[in-house]
């Protein structure tokens, strides 16, 4: 089964959106239709974040990580659905969050299923979350589909916290370089430039280099601003194509630097994923196809997409996984084992613990490997100031001495 999100009218012309499971287009189609909705707009659900889109508001891991603790205290307690999501939209301080449970409360006190109500809103609450919650609903045990999930959102969360720390140190470094740079050239080279044209001798290269630089920034900055901001918005761009979603996927795995942290952590997110929607029993297809969803890196994706394929037709799920050469040894191991024991879940869980302690030490690793290759490029960078500088200065006292 695929996930369609729609736009649409009911009898009463008022507007309906949501998020639908079905065969194939045709057949979602045919079911809104059923339903007695006029359809303005139906695509893939998997189709809506990779376009390109500026501002989008997003709800974080760690909000709804939150939000699922909340949960599990407040219907543990007996309270109803209906109050639960009037109690956590009052006292919810993300407005996206609020506005969408206030939606929902209203959704499911017209008779609705709380999974139905989050279909609404398919850009804040991820498939896995609306799953799990349908899982509850049919099992009767909601309390555990939360508290699962918010287990598997802090996971997320922390995993992604971890990939933004091994990247700030070097982006911070290079950020303060190019700053560097800039006043170097807007407050220390005009004070040289008349001091140099009065030589009357050919400048070094790197002052030449630096000297333009200044002029330019000084008095061309608006061409280097567009050029950045052309530069920025064309990768973006060029990221959301097909092609270019691909090249950068196979850039990352195979980068030599930060290829180890991007299969570890994908390996780890698969694997909790995974454990996560099998063990509220949701069939190992479906649970492929939601892991392949939330997968960012585009080989990961479409791998595991045609893995669902394989499995459909009778393959064990060791075996494509094994034949897409991008997870790790132990992981296929791992799940080989699972499928023989017939406790896939368990095993899943194991794995992306031990994953997330590789993550750990991926981290460590590419922030050491880091450190000196950015402390090389601000040498780099300092001594090209040095030289731009006291180069002429170095040549005119030379000058003075050979008289």
């Given at each position: 089964?695929?996930?369609?999100?729609?736009?649409?009218?009911?009898?009463?012309?008022?507007?309906?959106?949501?998020?639908?499971?079905a065969?194939?287009?045709?057949?979602?189609?045919?079911?809104?239709?059923?339903?007695?909705?006029?359809?303005?707009?139906?695509?893939?659900?998997?189709?809506?974040?990779?376009?390109?889109?500026?501002?989008?508001?997003?709800?974080?891991?760690?909000?709804?990580?939150?939000?699922?603790?909340?949960?599990?205290?407040?219907?543990?307690a007996?309270?109803?659905?209906?109050?639960?999501?009037?109690?956590?939209?009052?006292?919810?301080?993300?407005?996206?969050?609020?506005?969408?449970?206030?939606?929902?409360?209203?959704?499911?006190?017209?008779?609705g299923?709380?999974?139905?109500?989050?279909?609404?809103?398919?850009?804040?609450?991820?498939?896995?979350?609306?799953?799990?919650?349908?899982?509850?609903?049919?099992?009767?045990?909601?309390?555990?589909?939360?508290?699962r999930?918010?287990?598997?959102?802090?996971?997320?969360?922390?995993?992604?916290?971890?990939?933004?720390?091994?990247?700030?140190?070097?982006?911070?470094?290079?950020?303060?370089?190019?700053?560097?740079?800039?006043?170097?050239?807007?407050?220390?080279?005009?004070?040289?430039?008349?001091?140099?044209?009065?030589?009357?001798?050919?400048?070094?290269?790197?002052?030449?280099?630096?000297?333009?630089?200044?002029?330019?920034?000084?008095?061309?900055?608006?061409?280097?601003i567009?050029?950045?901001?052309a530069?920025?918005?064309?990768?973006?761009?060029?990221?959301?194509?097909?092609?270019?979603?691909?090249?950068?996927?196979?850039?990352?795995?195979?980068?030599?630097?930060?290829?180890?942290l991007?299969?570890?952590?994908?390996?780890?997110?698969?694997?909790?994923?995974?454990?996560?929607?099998?063990?509220?029993?949701?069939?190992?297809?479906?649970?492929?196809?939601?892991?392949a969803?939330?997968?960012?890196?585009?080989?990961?994706?479409?791998?595991?997409?045609?893995?669902?394929?394989?499995?459909?037709?009778?393959?064990?799920?060791?075996?494509?996984?094994?034949?897409?050469?991008?997870?790790?040894t132990?992981?296929?191991?791992?799940?080989?084992?699972?499928?023989?024991?017939?406790?896939?879940e368990d095993?899943?869980?194991?794995?992306?613990?031990?994953?997330?302690?590789?993550?750990?030490?991926?981290?460590?690793?590419?922030?050491?490997?880091?450190?000196?290759?950015?402390?090389?490029?601000?040498?780099?960078?300092?001594?090209?100031?040095?030289?731009?500088?006291?180069?002429?200065?170095?040549?005119?006292?030379?000058?003075?001495?050979?008289?």
């Amino acid at each position: 089964m695929a996930q369609f999100n729609y736009k649409a009218v009911d009898k009463s012309g008022k507007p309906r959106k949501g998020t639908i499971d079905a065969a194939d287009h045709d057949k979602a189609l045919e079911k809104l239709k059923s339903e007695g909705l006029s359809v303005t707009e139906i695509k893939d659900a998997g189709e809506g974040s990779k376009g390109f889109s500026l501002g989008k508001k997003k709800v974080k891991s760690r909000d709804l990580s939150i939000l699922c603790k909340q949960m599990v205290s407040i219907l543990n307690a007996g309270v109803t659905v209906i109050t639960a999501l009037d109690m956590l939209s009052e006292q919810m301080d993300n407005k996206t969050l609020k506005n969408a449970l206030i939606e929902a409360k209203i959704y499911v006190e017209k008779g609705g299923t709380f999974s139905d109500a989050m279909r609404l809103n398919p850009d804040i609450f991820p498939p896995i979350m609306i799953n799990m919650t349908s899982a509850g609903e049919a099992s009767g045990s909601m309390e555990t589909a939360f508290d699962r999930l918010s287990v598997h959102f802090e996971k997320d969360d922390a995993l992604k916290g971890k990939i933004k720390g091994a990247l700030t140190y070097p982006i911070m470094v290079m950020i303060v370089a190019v700053l560097v740079v800039i006043v170097v050239m807007i407050a220390v080279i005009p004070n040289f430039v008349d001091m140099f044209a009065d030589m009357g001798t050919q400048l070094p290269l790197p002052t030449r280099i630096m000297m333009a630089g200044s002029d330019f920034v000084l008095h061309k900055w608006y061409i280097l601003i567009a050029i950045v901001a052309a530069i920025v918005i064309g990768v973006k761009v060029f990221v959301a194509t097909p092609y270019g979603e691909m090249l950068f996927a196979k850039a990352a795995i195979n980068a030599p630097i930060f290829s180890d942290l991007v299969i570890k952590s994908n390996s780890a997110r698969f694997a909790r994923t995974l454990s996560t929607l099998m063990a509220a029993g949701i069939p190992m297809l479906d649970s492929i196809e939601q892991v392949a969803k939330m997968m960012g890196n585009k080989i990961f994706r479409d791998g595991l997409m045609n893995t669902k394929a394989q499995v459909a037709k009778g393959l064990p799920l060791s075996k494509p996984l094994k034949d897409m050469e991008v997870f790790p040894t132990m992981l296929v191991q791992m799940v080989k084992i699972g499928e023989e024991t017939g406790n896939i879940e368990d095993m899943m869980e194991k794995v992306a613990d031990l994953y997330d302690r590789e993550v750990d030490l991926a981290t460590e690793s590419l922030t050491q490997a880091m450190e000196p290759l950015t402390m090389v490029v601000m040498a780099g960078i300092v001594g090209m100031i040095v030289a731009a500088v006291y180069g002429p200065i170095l040549s005119m006292y030379e000058g003075i001495d050979n008289m």
